[in-house]
């Protein structure tokens, strides 16, 4: 008998050490990928899970940035214990009625924890550890320190972690000044930031925006006059340069690096043959031939590539005059776009015909 709750008190040590390990956060990083020009000018730096990310305090941060963060994703953070049991069984039960998944119910505290593990495709597994391990988060943490590493690591889109990146980013300032509309903007990407990236999809991002202002509104954190002013507030966005130069060519270079098997490499330093100064110059000289043929040609975009004949290197990639254009499908890359060759082939059925005598 002795004997055997010495090995119930030793099951029960190894469930408790196994438990212990298995619900440990673990916010890691695997090391960033910088692609530079010729002239060391960085154009990108990404990685699966380490971007630009600069931790700020939570002090430092506006009240209605930290409200409108709770408000639309997670209302019950201050008192609920890691997990909203009223919202898990709400989306649960929009889901099963509509026979897909349509709603989640992860708090704060399990979108934080989130991050700590990788990606497995046992749902129930899954949510069963966050839940687990933000119940002991939040046991063993402040609200107010869970809050603020979520504001310092989630993701916003374009390589952006944390509201100091992504106010960097998308508005060129640091997070401190931004207003109560730039705030709900970047709140609203939180849930699809590359769907709703402003850059790619301005209207898009103003509809979320909206939305996370009418919660605010609804849960009486701000007024009417307020809600009207920030939908009436103008949104200069900074140039999609700050974080992202010569995009098509960077996508060519990172398609690249796939076929390698390269983009799990730990700072990896890719020094290309692209010279940026010169790229800025054909983008810049493609943009006015357009201003000046558009309405005679019905001319939208232009694609320029230009190699070094004795070595073969591309010195610029231009895919197209605005990588961020939408309304002309400006993420298509043209220059290496299949087409029919058309009026392309005759200077060399010319030059062909030149050399025979």
Do not use: C
Not at 125 to 130: A, G
Not at 226 to 254: C, G, M, N, R, W
């Amino acid at each position: 008998m002795r004997l055997k709750k010495i090995y119930l008190l030793l099951f029960a040590i190894l469930i408790i050490i196994s438990l212990e390990l298995w619900t440990r956060p673990r916010l890691s990083s695997s090391g960033s990928i910088k692609i530079y020009d010729r002239n060391k000018i960085l154009l990108f730096e990404t990685s699966d899970n380490l971007g630009r990310r600069t931790p700020v305090s939570l002090d430092t941060l506006p009240p209605y940035l930290i409200q409108a963060v709770i408000a639309s994703e997670d209302s019950s953070f201050w008192y609920n214990p890691g997990f909203d049991s009223k919202g898990m069984v709400r989306a649960a039960w929009q889901n099963l009625t509509s026979g897909q998944v349509v709603s989640g119910a992860s708090t704060i505290t399990q979108q934080l924890v989130r991050q700590s593990f990788p990606k497995s495709r046992f749902v129930i597994l899954r949510k069963t550890r966050e839940l687990l391990t933000a119940v002991r988060l939040t046991a063993f943490s402040s609200k107010k320190k869970i809050l603020e590493n979520y504001l310092n690591n989630i993701y916003f889109g374009h390589q952006s972690y944390g509201v100091e990146a992504a106010s960097q980013s998308y508005f060129g300032k640091p997070a401190s000044q931004l207003s109560l509309a730039e705030s709900a903007l970047l709140v609203g990407l939180i849930s699809s930031p590359e769907t709703r990236s402003p850059f790619i999809d301005l209207p898009k991002s103003q509809k979320f925006q909206k939305a996370v202002l009418q919660r605010m509104l609804t849960k009486k954190i701000i007024t009417q006059n307020q809600f009207a002013d920030a939908l009436q507030e103008t949104i200069f966005l900074s140039s999609s340069d700050t974080f992202i130069k010569a995009p098509h060519f960077v996508y060519y270079v990172l398609d690249q690096l796939k076929s390698l098997n390269l983009t799990q490499s730990q700072s990896l330093q890719i020094i290309t043959t692209l010279d940026y100064p010169l790229y800025e110059l054909a983008r810049d000289i493609a943009k006015t031939t357009i201003t000046r043929l558009s309405e005679k040609h019905d001319l939208s975009n232009a694609a320029l590539v230009l190699l070094d004949n004795s070595t073969g290197q591309i010195l610029v990639m231009l895919g197209g005059v605005d990588y961020f254009d939408k309304e002309n499908d400006g993420q298509v890359n043209l220059a290496t776009s299949f087409r029919q060759p058309g009026s392309a082939l005759k200077p060399i059925t010319y030059a062909a015909a030149f050399s025979q005598k």
